[in-house]
């Protein structure tokens, strides 16, 4: 089993939707210092943007990643936008090209998000970029979000700070409507300026594509790198940039059985909860059955018993069973994706 891959992450994934008082931070230096202290610390915190308020976890932390889904109720792993205080701080976790940089000097700090390829050095954890080789990211024009990011020194994964299928926040208040007690703290900046998310552009390609309408419009956009592909155009998130392309990235070289209680012993195992039987090629999601820190573990618990069943020449992976519920939704969903038929 790789190091690391059990203890400490049963309390932190359960803290992160368990029932807390959720503390009201004014955005002056004393308040986005605990913000940026918390935020270190793993545990979530709401910030205004220019856009909406933001869900704000360490992007680079897995659980508090697992946590910010959790709280939303968030029924998949749609990936998240990373925030970051300046453009190479962005441009230090993904590859940039032309398209890029000229959008960065038009719009950033400002309401545009580029979905860019990564790079092999990308701090952020794969939960938060849904497992995929790619990361939507953004630098926010709010005094207030650069002075926390700048604080925090890590990228922050931040969707929209509201429960999931409600309408997103634009003041304190409503995130405290919504996520009040779930959360570690709001740090309060004031009603948002722009009010409507992010515009979110696909630069991965020979020609960039329009994922999401948003804050900036796609006639400034246009006006400074020529036409934009509207084909993809697909109103909500990021997350639903590529269906197609989401089943065959998440499934592994080696073949994937299912609901497995036990593996053969030509087979690795995804444990969840139950001890292990059959095969020393173990990968424990959550020995504690919990399903936010299995969420958390995933991604690198699938890549990891990929490559070793590749090197110890293993028919396949079989995974135990992971209840259908809360985020067991959003890792079952991943595992069918994952044992689909190939092609």
């Known amino acids: 089993m790789p190091s690391g891959a059990t203890g400490g992450f049963a309390a932190a994934g359960r803290s992160a939707i368990a029932p807390c008082m959720t503390k009201l931070l004014h955005a002056d230096l004393d308040g986005i210092a605990h913000a940026a202290e918390l935020l270190r610390g793993g545990a979530l915190v709401a910030f205004g943007t220019e856009t909406v308020y933001g869900l704000g976890g360490d992007a680079t932390n897995a659980v508090a990643v697992a946590g910010i889904f959790a709280a939303k109720g968030r029924p998949r792993f749609n990936p998240l936008i990373c925030h970051y205080p300046v453009p190479d701080a962005a441009f230090a976790d993904v590859k940039t090209n032309d398209f890029a940089q000229a959008l960065a000097a038009a719009f950033w700090p400002g309401p545009l998000t580029m979905v860019l390829p990564k790079r092999n050095e990308c701090r952020v954890a794969l939960i938060a970029g849904a497992g995929l080789d790619t990361l939507a990211v953004r630098v926010p024009a709010h005094r207030d979000a650069l002075v926390l990011l700048a604080a925090v020194d890590r990228p922050v994964a931040a969707p929209s700070a509201n429960r999931s299928g409600q309408v997103s926040p634009t003041t304190a208040a409503h995130v405290l409507e919504g996520l009040g007690g779930r959360i570690a703290a709001v740090l309060d900046s004031g009603p948002c300026g722009v009010g409507v998310e992010s515009t979110v552009l696909d630069l991965c390609g020979a020609w960039p594509v329009l994922l999401r309408p948003g804050g900036v419009t796609i006639e400034a956009i246009e006006g400074v790198i020529g036409p934009v592909d509207h084909a993809a155009n697909v109103v909500g998130t990021v997350a639903l940039r590529s269906p197609g392309q989401l089943a065959s990235h998440y499934a592994p070289s080696s073949s994937l059985r299912l609901d497995a209680m036990s593996a053969a012993s030509d087979e690795a195992l995804l444990a969840f909860g139950s001890p292990a039987e059959g095969t020393d090629v173990?990968?424990?999601?959550?020995?504690?059955?919990?399903?936010?820190?299995?969420?958390?573990?995933?991604?690198?618990?699938?890549?990891?018993?990929?490559?070793?069943?590749?090197?110890?020449?293993?028919?396949?992976?079989?995974?135990?069973?992971?209840?259908?519920?809360?985020?067991?939704?959003?890792?079952?969903?991943?595992l069918r994706r994952a044992a689909a038929p190939r092609g």
């Open 282 to 334: 173990v990968y424990q999601l959550s020995k504690t059955a919990d399903v936010t820190e299995a969420a958390a573990r995933l991604f690198d618990g699938l890549r990891w018993l990929d490559a070793e069943a590749q090197r110890r020449g293993l028919r396949g992976i079989a995974a135990m069973p992971i209840p259908e519920s809360g985020l067991g939704r959003a890792i079952n969903d991943r």
